[in-house]
Nanobody
Framework: QVQLVESGGGLVQAGGSLRLSCAAS???????MGWFRQAPGKEREFVAG????????TYAESVKGRFTISRDNAKHTLFLQMNSLKPEDTAVYYC??????????????WGQGTQVTVSS
């Protein structure tokens, strides 16, 4: 059983940056890891994903060029660097562990989420 705990969310002005972290414990970290987000009244959506080696990176079109996913396997930690933030990036951000893909069903384990709010 893998436990995932996100941190790093907060309130930031449009154009600003935040770095989210996701600490994994309780099992292997050799999963494909992903970040999802869910805005109020909307479905949870894929943001970015990264393979165990870091050699395969996938991004949603809406965040390409602004967000960067990375991982530190030695520390069992996943990151999401978010730059040039926009109000539409406001959401609860979740990290997840599973198999490669952009669908929620690909992921077995989920964190509790961290709130990101971008003011205009």
């Amino acid at each position: 059983q893998v436990q995932l705990v996100e941190s790093g969310g907060g309130l930031v002005q449009a154009g600003g940056s935040l770095r989210l972290s996701c600490a994994a414990s309780g099992g292997t970290f050799s999963y494909y890891m992903g970040w999802f987000r869910q805005a109020p009244g909307k479905e949870r959506e894929f943001v970015a994903g990264i393979s165990w080696t870091g050699g395969t990176l996938t991004y949603a079109e809406s965040v390409k060029g602004r967000f960067t996913i990375s991982r530190d396997n030695a520390k069992h930690t996943l990151f999401l660097q978010m730059n040039s933030l926009k109000p539409e990036d406001t959401a609860v951000y979740y990290c997840a562990a599973g198999s490669i893909g952009m669908k929620i069903d690909n992921y077995l384990y989920w964190g509790q989420g961290t709130q990101v709010t971008v003011s205009s």
